[in-house]
T-cell receptor, first 114, second 112 residues
Framework: DTEVTQTPKHLVMGMTNKKSLKCEQH?????MYWYKQKAKKPPELMFV???????INESVPSRFSPECPNSSLLNLHLHALQPEDSALYLC?????????????FGQGTRLTVV | GQQVMQIPQYQHVQEGEDFTTYCNSS?????IQWYKQRPGGHPVFLIQ?????EVKKQKRLTFQFGEAKKNSSLHITATQTTDVGTYFC????????????FGAGTRLFVKA
């Protein structure tokens, strides 16, 4: 299994809603990432978990709250988002190690905040 | 902080013409990866280069990693309409860690 599965594929939420994005992989990868991608822009790093611990937080607003319940799952909890947070949210995983850093991306969740 | 620059931003070619995108990092990279993202899709891994001066080929695609491990290029020979998409380079800093930063990408348009 070389897949990273993200759910839901599409999400529309109001600014007062609370929702969660989910990411799952069964490749035994111990590093998992959240990226945000706006249209015609590169993926922008948000969070990195390494061995289920938050390793990198790229100064992301607290309305985005990541969680890594176990080595296969990664969640992104959303609360009180703004319309400018609308974007494609990508999850990626990789097997850490200098010579083995291919990132496997999920298909993304296309989020629209109204 | 680390910055990864990529040029050109856009490239329009006639089918059969060659295409090259260039990637430059402000810091030495541990390795460099190339990804392709089709319109409406997600980034898909193409290749990783690790060694200084490394050159790798995948059919019509040739990837190079600079001697100083700060720049890289992707060259496509005789483009096809299936090559359409955005090509990103990405890499973690030489100091290690998981902070993979993406270049801005080069969007390739191929006219049949």
């Amino acid at each position: 299994d070389t897949e990273v599965t993200q759910t839901p594929k599409h999400l529309v939420m109001g600014m007062t809603n609370k929702k969660s994005l989910k990411c799952e992989q069964h490749m035994g990868h111990r590093a998992m990432y959240w990226y945000k991608q706006k249209a015609k822009k590169p993926p922008e790093l948000m969070f990195v978990y390494s061995y289920e611990k938050l390793s990198i937080n790229e100064s992301v607003p607290s309305r985005f709250s990541p969680e890594c319940p176990n080595s296969s799952l990664l969640n992104l909890h959303l609360h009180a988002l703004q319309p400018e947070d609308s974007a494609l949210y990508l999850c990626a995983s990789l097997k850490p190690g200098q010579r083995n850093t291919e990132a496997f991306f999920g298909q993304g969740t296309r989020l629209t905040v109204v | 902080g680390q910055q990864v620059m990529q040029i050109p931003q856009y490239q329009h070619v006639q089918e059969g013409e060659d295409f090259t995108t260039y990637c430059n990092s402000s810091t030495t990279l541990s390795n460099i990866q190339w990804y392709k993202q089709r319109p409406g899709g997600h980034p898909v891994f193409l290749i990783q280069l690790v060694k200084s001066g490394e050159v790798k080929k995948q059919k019509r695609l040739t990837f190079q990693f600079g001697e100083a491990k700060k720049n890289s290029s992707l060259h496509i020979t005789a483009t096809q309409t299936t090559d359409v998409g955005t090509y990103f380079c990405a890499g973690p800093p030489y100091t290690g860690g998981f902070k993979t930063i993406f270049g801005a990408g080069t969007r390739l348009f191929v006219k049949a």
